[in-house]
C-alpha cells in the first residue's frame, strides 16, 4: 500500500525500545538525536532494528543547542558524530541555533561553532539535515551564506519566521516542515505558511511516543488546518508532502 503520511521531524522517547511502533506501518518518519548519549542509543536501536530498516524511517544524528554546553565539554563529540555516520546515521539533525533571554553571547557564539561544523559535514556528504531555529534567522543566514547548503537542500523544522524568509532562503533549497501547533495565525504567520513553494512543504509532529493511529491523525489535522489556509484540499497536501520529504531524505 502506498504510504501518505510523512512525519518529517520526529523524536523517541526514552522509554522507546521500537524505532517503529506498534501501528505505525503507514507513515513514515524521520527520528531526530540531540546529544552523544541518545547516539549511543540510537547505535543500539539501529542493530536491533534491523529487520524493520526500510525506506519508512531514518534516525539522524545531531548535537541540539540546548545540549551544547554539556557536550562541547568533551572533545570526543565531533569524532562520535562522524562514527555514527559511518555506522548508523542517515543524516544529520536536530542541530540548530536557539536564542532567548538567557542566551549569552558567548553561548551563542558557540552554537554557531557547532552548528557551522556540523552543517559543513552536511554540505560536503550532500545529507539531509533538519535545523531549529529560533529568534536566530539572521545568524542562520549568515552561516548559510558561508558554509553553503548541500545540494539536496536544507530543512526548517518548525520554523516561526516571515515570508520574506521564505524568499530569502529559497537559493538554500529549503524545505519548511509544518506541525500541529500552526498558530497563532496572526497575519505574518499566515502569510509565512502561505508563501512556503508546495515542492518545500514538509508536515511534522515533532513528538516522540505516539502510536501509528495517533500520529496519522496528528498528520491528518494539520493538513486539514494548513490546506484550509492554503487553499488546497488536506489530500493534496498529504501527498505532496510525502512526496516532497521522501525525495529529500530518502533521495539519492
Ligand atoms: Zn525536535
Avoid at 548519549?37 to 548535537?63: H, M, V, Y
Avoid at 497575519?187 to 508563501?195: D, I, P, S, V
Wanted: glycine letters at 6%; a positive charge; charged letters at 20%.
Amino acid at each position: 500500500m502506498k504510504k501518505l503520511f510523512f512525519d518529517a521531524h520526529t523524536h523517541l522517547s526514552a522509554s522507546e525500545a521500537k524505532v517503529v511502533s506498534h501501528g505505525e506501518s503507514q507513515v513514515s518518519r524521520i527520528i531526530n538525536s540531540t546529544c552523544p548519549e541518545e547516539w549511543i542509543r540510537f547505535a543500539r536501536l539501529t542493530d536491533e532494528n534491523k529487520k524493520t530498516a526500510s525506506q519508512n524511517w531514518l534516525l539522524t544524528c545531531g548535537l541540539h543547542p540546548w545540549n551544547l554546553a554539556e557536550a562541547g565539554l568533551r572533545s570526543t563529540w565531533q569524532a562520535q558524530f562522524l562514527e555514527a555516520l559511518e555506522t548508523w546515521a542517515g543524516g544529520i539533525g536536530e542541530v540548530g541555533l536557539h536564542r532567548d533571554q538567557h542566551t549569552s553571547a558567548d553561548s551563542f557564539a558557540a552554537q554557531q561553532v557547532a552548528l557551522r561544523w556540523q552543517l559543513s559535514v552536511a554540505v560536503k556528504r550532500n545529507l539531509p539535515v533538519s535545523i531549529h531555529c529560533v529568534q536566530a534567522a539572521g545568524a542562520l543566514v549568515a552561516l548559510l551564506e558561508t558554509t553553503g547548503a548541500p545540494k539536496r537542500g536544507v530543512h526548517l523544522h518548525d520554523f516561526r519566521g516571515s515570508a520574506e524568509l521564505v524568499k530569502r532562503l529559497a537559493k538554500y533549497q529549503t524545505y519548511f516542515s509544518v506541525g500541529p501547533k500552526l498558530g497563532p495565525l496572526t497575519k505574518k504567520r499566515t502569510a509565512f505558511l502561505c508563501a512556503i513553494p508546495e515542492g518545500r512543504l514538509f508536515l511534522e509532529t515533532d513528538q516522540a511516543a505516539q502510536d501509528g493511529a495517533m500520529r496519522m491523525r496528528l498528520l491528518q489535522e494539520t493538513a486539514t488546518a494548513l490546506a484550509d489556509i492554503r487553499g488546497q484540499t488536506p489530500t493534496e497536501i498529504l501527498k505532496v508532502t510525502e512526496a516532497n520529504a521522501r525525495k529529500y531524505f530518502f533521495g539519492p
